[in-house]
Structure formats: structure tokens, C-alpha cells
């Protein structure tokens, strides 16, 4: 087992990382409930394969949460499945003691977490995170959200979990969908932060791809020592942190373009990366076999670098709404070699709109 720790003073914490550990997550969980209510949110495929046994852990230790089952997806994320929450803790009487477990993919961590920031003005919150999206990425450095049809992830709040747990024999039943989105949150770390971690997915992209366990806890390991240090340094996202939106603005908008179901997560942000990288080649800060190289990693990981249905324009508007808009100003994560970046304004419509065509499809 590993622990890499997320320093952030009285509020940082551990993130656990091994195969199996979700058997015996009572025992490391049972400090965190003290006498309050435990509240477990969960999604139902997760529901069927993993919450007996964490149910049974808890049990051990006396534990006994309120399972609460919440849709799948992009579903989890609105206010009516927040207030369908909220609801059944006041049911249950929850209290200010409260303690929110969230067992689940990235969707149903930001749900939990904006549940946890917001219920009697907050209480804590511990990730079981199932997804590899989710190990490497959302379960670490507090984001939560809700999404508003304009705009994906407007509503959220910075509440950090007080434990995550990550275990990596999870990742074994991962659909390959599921697989082949975590990948893209890895690529965007290689991408902007770690030209090393980059060239080991270059080196073992099908390995990956298959689920090999070996890579596998390598570039877990790798990827959450990348956020935690990230986060450590720019808990609020107004510096380095931004830098892990590569991908995201133009990501994000594609996924609201789409009704937040053309696209899964991950394939957005792929798509994403690749015509962030081409505006970042067209600002001269890489050259055009760099995106090569982002364009051709992304493909062996089974991820789409094109995108139908959509204009530049319509893009272009969307991410008006963007959290790192100045001024209304548009503003970019963009790599200025692989494996680092800087985050820029960029205010030639013309050029965004050359890059985003690229990849757009109409
Ligand atoms: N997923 C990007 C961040 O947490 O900042």
C-alpha cells in the first residue's frame, strides 16, 4: 500500500493507494464518523459490485451508513438529484456531524462532495473513488460541483475530503470506456506537467489500454503524486492548478455543447487537448509534431481527437462561461513543450476558431 499526502495544512490528508483495500476501509474510516451519521453515495453499477464488502468493513467497526443510490453519470450532478440527497439526510437526521462517503466515479464524487460542502454549512467527506478518472484526478484537491445546462461544473465549492482511498484492483471490472477516459486525465497530466509520464504511456499505451495492473498502479501513483503536489501549492486554483485544465476548456464546452451525453468526460477532454495543443501551435509555443505526438498517443488510447455536430462558434461562445474567463478574456492551459505548460489569454477569435475547426466536423 501506498500513501502520498496532500499537504495543506489542518486541512490536508492522506490518499491511500493499493489493490484490495476497499475490504477494509472500516478501520481507517471508523475515526472519521466519530458519533455522527455516515451517509454513502453510491451509483448502481458501483452499488452491485463494491458496497457489500465496504458496507461489511464498515460493519466490522460498527458502523452502519445510510446508503443513499444516486443515477449514474452526468445525471448525478444536478440540483434535483442534490436536493434528492440532501432530502434523505434530513430523513435520516443527519446532523452537522455528518459524515458524506462517496463510492464511485468522478461523477458521483462531485455530487457528494458539493453535498458535503453545503449540508448544514458543511461536514466531512471521504472518496472511495472506483474510476481510474477518478483515483488520479477528482477524488484529490477538494473540487465539487453540480453542472448547469450552460455550463459545466458553474456550481461547486472547494471542500477538501479528509481521506481518500484508492484501491487499484478495482480497476480490473473498469468498462472500457471507463478505462479510456482516466487515460485522458493521465495523458493531460504528461501532457502539461511530467514529459517522463508522458513517454511511459508512449512506451505502454496498449498495456494500459488493457488494464495491465502493473502500469496500471504506476501511473496511479504517478498521477496523484503529480495532483497532490499541484494542490498542495495552489489548494484555490488561481496559479499552477489551472494548468490541469488543459484540454478542459474547450473539453467542457463540447460536453455542454452535447447535452453532456454525446461525449463522456474524458473523450471531451481529449478531444479537447488536441485543439488546445493546435492553438498552442499556432501561438508558436509548439510545434506541429508535438500535437502530432498528443494526437497519436491519444488515438492509441482509444480516445476520438475529432469531434461532429458542433461549430466553432457554438464552442467559442460556451466557453465564454469558462471559470478562468478575465475580463472576457478567453484563457488557455496550453503545453509550451510536452510535458509543461503555461496558462495564457488569448484574444484572436480568428485563431481559436482556425485550431477548434480542426478538429471540428460539421
Ligand atoms: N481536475 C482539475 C483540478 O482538480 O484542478
Known sequence: MRQISVRLGDRGYLVMIGAGLLSGVGEAVRPLVGGGKAVLVTVPPVRELYLQSVLDSLADVGVQPLVVTVPDGEDAKTPRTYLDVVGRMLDAEA??????????????GDLAGFVASTYMRGVGLVHLPTTLLAQVDSSIGGKSALNHPRAKNLIGSFHQPELVIADTRVLRTLPPKEARCGLAEVLKYGAILDSELFGILE??????????????????????????????????????RMLLNFGHTVGHAIESATGYTGYSHGEAVAIGMVAEARIAAKLGMISDGEVERIVRLATRLGLPTRASGITADELIGLMHSDKKVRGGELRFALPDAIGSGVVVGVTDRGLINEALSGVLEY
Not at 95 to 108: F, P, T, Y
Open 203 to 240: 512506451g505502454k499505451a496498449e498495456e494500459a489500454l488493457g488494464l495491465n495492473e502493473g502500469i496500471l498502479e504506476e501511473i496511479v501513483c504517478r498521477s496523484i503524486e503529480i495532483k497532490a503536489r499541484v494542490v498542495g501549492a495552489d489548494e484555490m486554483d488561481r496559479g499552477g
Open 95 to 108: 446532523g452537522r456531524d455528518a459524515l458524506v462517503i462517496s463510492l464511485g466515479g468522478g461523477c458521483v
